[in-house]
């Protein structure tokens, strides 16, 4: 049984490392051919059943986004490694300011100052290469981040005076219910 068992989560593993290279939607073909297998084995397999039950229950709740990195070049397969690339951009951070915590501007604008960070860590860009493709996409960026940074100055202004935000509040409510 043990050996059965340990052959199925192999052959995931197997098919996960992609030693062929194949596309995201091949790699999703076979692993689920795989997983298919160890449902029709599942009994057969005694107390393990209980393991290959949790290893399809995990698998389940990793799926949507579980195949993404074969199809989009650099973007890191495990948690190790994405850990590791994160980490690399707290690191720098941490460096240039000299703070040990979460950086207010990290928080704020994380998105376009890890990517960047990990970009500029693979590659080095000519002018050309930064000149902006999509306006559209750089407003959506630029909107969201604006919103998070709005959120995040509310936030300091509730833990400044809680009490003087909450009258705003309900000014601000209380004009709205007499208008409408």
Same mark, same amino acid.
């Given at each position: 049984?043990?050996?059965?068992?340990?052959?199925?989560?192999?052959?995931?593993?197997?098919?996960?490392?992609?030693?062929?290279?194949?596309?995201?939607?091949?790699?999703?073909?076979?692993?689920?051919?795989?997983?298919?297998?160890?449902?029709?084995?599942?009994?057969?397999?005694?107390?393990?059943?209980?393991?290959?039950?949790?290893?399809?229950?995990?698998?389940?709740?990793?799926?949507?986004?579980?195949?993404?990195?074969?199809?989009?070049?650099?973007?890191?397969?495990?948690?190790?490694?994405?850990?590791?690339?994160?980490?690399?951009?707290?690191?720098?951070?941490?460096?240039?300011?000299?703070?040990?915590?979460?950086?207010?501007?990290?928080?704020?604008?994380?998105?376009?100052?890890?990517?960047?960070?990990?970009?500029?860590?693979?590659?080095?860009?000519?002018?050309?290469?930064?000149?902006?493709? +999509? =306006?559209? @996409?750089?407003?959506?960026?630029? *909107?969201?981040?604006? /919103? #998070?940074? $709005?959120?995040?100055?509310?936030?300091?202004?509730?833990?400044? +005076? =809680?009490? @003087?935000?909450?009258?705003?509040? *309900?000014?601000?409510? /209380? #004009?709205? $219910?007499?208008?409408?």
């Amino acid at each position: 049984m043990l050996e059965k068992a340990y052959a199925l989560v192999h052959q995931a593993t197997h098919v996960l490392a992609n030693h062929e290279e194949g596309s995201g939607q091949a790699v999703r073909k076979r692993y689920q051919a795989v997983l298919q297998a160890m449902r029709e084995q599942q009994t057969s397999l005694g107390s393990l059943s209980d393991a290959i039950s949790t290893f399809l229950k995990v698998t389940r709740s990793y799926w949507p986004g579980l195949f993404q990195c074969y199809d989009v070049a650099d973007l890191p397969r495990t948690d190790n490694e994405l850990e590791q690339c994160i980490g690399s951009v707290r690191y720098g951070e941490r460096r240039a300011s000299g703070r040990r915590g979460a950086i207010a501007g990290l928080v704020v604008r994380g998105p376009v100052r890890v990517l960047t960070a990990l970009a500029l860590r693979r590659q080095c860009f000519l002018p050309r290469a930064l000149s902006l493709s +999509d =306006p559209e @996409a750089w407003y959506t960026m630029r *909107e969201h981040l604006t /919103s #998070r940074q $709005e959120a995040r100055r509310k936030q300091l202004r509730f833990r400044k +005076d =809680p009490m @003087a935000y909450l009258a705003a509040l *309900e000014e601000i409510l /209380s #004009r709205k $219910e007499q208008s409408g």
